[in-house]
Every structure is written in structure tokens, then in C-alpha cells.
């Protein structure tokens, strides 16, 4: 059998629109919104220096129907790269650019070939001895287990499938054409290229290998971490090897920093200063979206959680300190915990009153009963004031540190913490 190449990559969300960046001050909005191309063109500028054979993209290539037809222009540009290299490209189809949500479209490229949405496809690749399955979503939400009807291993070739899929469930993730890993191997493929988990996971490592690739570029802070591709290699043995490769030219990070050790605000930001650029340095020159969350059984906690819009703008100073204009500021939260020596054995009203803002800290269902009350206090306070009412009381975070920060000085009153 004569070795061959190919990347596997999923979950590309091309211009995919970022909603809500216009609430965070400072955001790099064009950066961001132009990640999504960029790493696409990283893709092809890989696929071109690593010489592979063939691409497979594994679904959601866009993320819904493009706003105007440059979206379409811009990946039949790069598609067009690829074929003055006699580089195939292999898709399906996944729950966000199922065929009836696209209400545009393009002429695919002729190194293109989209799976059938109807029922699964097999294409042999020319010059190979590699064998494609694979079957699109038709509409957005598939509950049918496609992988039921792919058909069997073709005898002698490798064989790849391609699913759009929630393997086994995956926490986070519609169950869309859900299947089990144990139906995806009794099919006698070599190698499940799988889409739609946003991050990496090697689900069997040989015979057959099954991966998620993750997406190419994170898009908010619940994407952290390097994303990319997969390069595999096929030797003459039929043996895979699998490479990680990064594309994303933007990288989220949630950056813990310990302040344990910190007795004064200064102390927390010189933590902070350090953890900022360690991550800055993991991101090896990309930009680097940054949530801060002090951490820890910290001296300085009822500073820092008393005047939370104090340690914003000073980590936000800060970490253009250490990065500039490489590091952006996505958030600061404050998860530090007073130290427990520094906490009395209270009773009474006091001890109930902190009791309460515990339950609410820990359970969904309890901050939500608040939003009603939060909602009355800001009624009564003057517009020219008055935080966005409805962004405070959608978002569980900000309600959170509302609270956090209502605790910090009923303890400061106690005298658990020194107010500034």
C-alpha cells in the first residue's frame, strides 16, 4: 500500500458573527472577527507545506447562513490554493451548516466533493487506495444515528468515515446524530474522522483510530486552549500517526493565579503579572484573551472582593504592563475565599445572613430567585448610574459577584477585612 497524508479539521465556524463583544470594553473586535479566515488560511497554508494528499473537514465549515456571499468567496479562495496543489477536499455537512439553514449558495470548487445529505456516500480518492464514507446533515437537528447505515469496511483500502456526531453524549454539545463508539468500530474502518465536539479528544487510538480534532479557532472563553488540526500520516503498513498541529491566531485562556500568599492588593497583582505572562508566553505570539481569576484563601480577599471594579481596571493596567497590546482582558473573576483562621465562630443574624450569600454563591436555582429583588434596587437608581439591568441579570457570573461583593464588606463590618 503506498503511504499518503491528510489533515483532518472540524468545526470551522467561518465568520462565525462573535455576538456580545460590543459589552467588553477594549475588545479587539476586528482581530476576532477575522480569526475565523485566518485560521482557515493556516489550514491551507499547512496542508500546502506538509504536501498532504486530501483535506477532511467534519461539519459546521460555517456556522449558519452567511450574512452576504463573501463568506462563500472567501473559502472558494482558498480552495482554489488547494487545488493549484492537486489537493482534494473532502466535507459533510453538521448541525450548523445543515443544508436547509443555508440560504445561500456557491458552486463548490472542483477539488471539492460534499458528502450526500440523504443518505451516506462512499468516494474512492484517486491515485489511492483510500476509501470515503460519509453522509451530511440535512436539517439542524439530527437525531437519527447516521453511522447505522454507513456501509461495511471496502476490502483491500483504507477506509475513513466522516460523522458530524455526539459520540456517547458529550457534556456541552446537542446529542446530534448520536452514536456509540462501539457501533463506530464494528464498522472495520482504519480512521473516524468525527466533528462537532469543540475540543480535542482521541477516542480510540488504533485500529481504528477515532478522533475529534476540536475547532480551529476558539471563539470565547469557554474554548480555551490551542486549536487546530490533526495531520495524520499512513505508512506502507497501514499504520496512522496522529500530530496535533495549531491554526488559531487568537488564544482563550482562563488564567488561575493563587493568591494565598497575597496580604495586599499590590501582592495580588504582581501574582497576577506573573500568571499573565506565562500564559502570554504559552500563546507563542498570538493573541492572547485572557479571564483572571484570583484564587485562593487570601488575606487580601475582602479587598479585592469588596472592590471589584478596582481590581479590574488594575489587572486590566496591568496585563498591558506585561503583553501591551498582546493581551486582551476578557474578565476578572474574583474566586479568593477569606482565610479560615481570619473567620469568626459567628451566630445569630450575622452568621445567617452569611450563610445565605453562601447558598447563593453555590446554586443556580438561588441566584436566580434574587434576579427579581436586583432588578427592584436598580429601578431606583439614577439612569445616568444604572448598570445594564438585563445583561447583569442574564448573566450568573455578575450575579455572582454582586453577591461576592456583598459578603466581602459584612465582613469587612466585622472586621475581617480592611477596607481601602
Known amino acids: 500500500m503506498t503511504a499518503f497524508r491528510f489533515i483532518h479539521a472540524a468545526d470551522i465556524h467561518l465568520d462565525s458573527p462573535l455576538r456580545g463583544l460590543d459589552q467588553y470594553e477594549g475588545a479587539p473586535v476586528e ?68 443544508e436547509n439553514k443555508m440560504t445561500r449558495r456557491l458552486e463548490w470548487p472542483g477539488n471539492v466533493t460534499s458528502f450526500s445529505t440523504k443518505a451516506p456516500e462512499s468516494h474512492a480518492v484517486s491515485g489511492l487506495e483510500v476509501v470515503i464514507h460519509g453522509q451530511g446533515f440535512a436539517t439542524q437537528a439530527v437525531t437519527d444515528d447516521l453511522a447505522a447505515n454507513y456501509p461495511p469496511a471496502e476490502p483491500g483500502a483504507f477506509n475513513i468515515g466522516m460523522l458530524h456526531t455526539s459520540v456517547d453524549g458529550r457534556e456541552g454539545h446537542d446529542s446530534y446524530a448520536p452514536t456509540t463508539l462501539a457501533r463506530l468500530r464494528e464498522h472495520g474502518y482504519d480512521y473516524w474522522a468525527l466533528g462537532h465536539i469543540h475540543q480535542r479528544e482521541c477516542l480510540h487510538d488504533a485500529e481504528p483510530a477515532i478522533h475529534f480534532p476540536g475547532n480551529i479557532q476558539g471563539r470565547h472563553i469557554r474554548e480555551t486552549g490551542a486549536k487546530g488540526c490533526l495531520v495524520v500520516e499512513v505508512d506502507n503498513a497501514r499504520a496512522v500517526t496522529v500530530e496535533f498541529v495549531p491554526l488559531d491566531v487568537v488564544r482563550w485562556a482562563e488564567v488561575e493565579v493563587d493568591c494565598s500568599d497575597a496580604d495586599t492588593l499590590e501582592d495580588c497583582l504582581d501574582a497576577v503579572g506573573a500568571a499573565l505572562e506565562s500564559a502570554q508566553s504559552s500563546a507563542d505570539g498570538r493573541l492572547l484573551a485572557a479571564r483572571v481569576v484570583p484564587t485562593g484563601a487570601s488575606p487580601a480577599y475582602g479587598l479585592l472582593a469588596a472592590h471589584p471594579e478596582q481590581l479590574r481596571q488594575d489587572v486590566r493596567a496591568r496585563a498591558l504592563e506585561c503583553g501591551g497590546e498582546g493581551i486582551w482582558l476578557e474578565k476578572v473573576k474574583n474566586r479568593t475565599e477569606p482565610p479560615a483562621e481570619s473567620q469568626p465562630d459567628l451566630d445569630g443574624p450575622l452568621a445567617e445572613i452569611l450563610a445565605i450569600a453562601s447558598e447563593w454563591q453555590e446554586s443556580d436555582a438561588a441566584l436566580a430567585e434574587i434576579s427579581e429583588p436586583i432588578a427592584s434596587m436598580l429601578g431606583k437608581v439614577p439612569v445616568e448610574l444604572r448598570p445594564d439591568a438585563k445583561a447583569l441579570l442574564e448573566d450568573p457570573d455578575s450575579r455572582a459577584a454582586l453577591i461576592d461583593s456583598a459578603r466581602a464588606l459584612v465582613l469587612a463590618r466585622l472586621g475581617m477585612a480592611e477596607e481601602s
Not at 461539519?59 to 482554489?80: E, H, I, P, S, V
Open 31 to 98: 482581530a476576532l472577527r477575522e480569526a475565523t479566515r485566518e485560521a482557515l488560511g493556516n489550514l491551507v497554508d499547512l496542508a500546502i507545506d506538509r504536501e498532504v494528499d486530501f483535506v477532511l473537514i467534519a461539519g459546521d465549515l460555517y456556522d449558519g447562513a452567511w450574512k452576504d456571499y463573501n463568506t462563500g468567496l472567501f473559502f472558494a479562495r482558498q480552495m482554489a490554493r488547494l487545488a493549484g496543489h492537486d489537493i482534494r477536499v473532502y466535507l459533510i455537512q453538521g448541525n450548523h451548516d445543515a
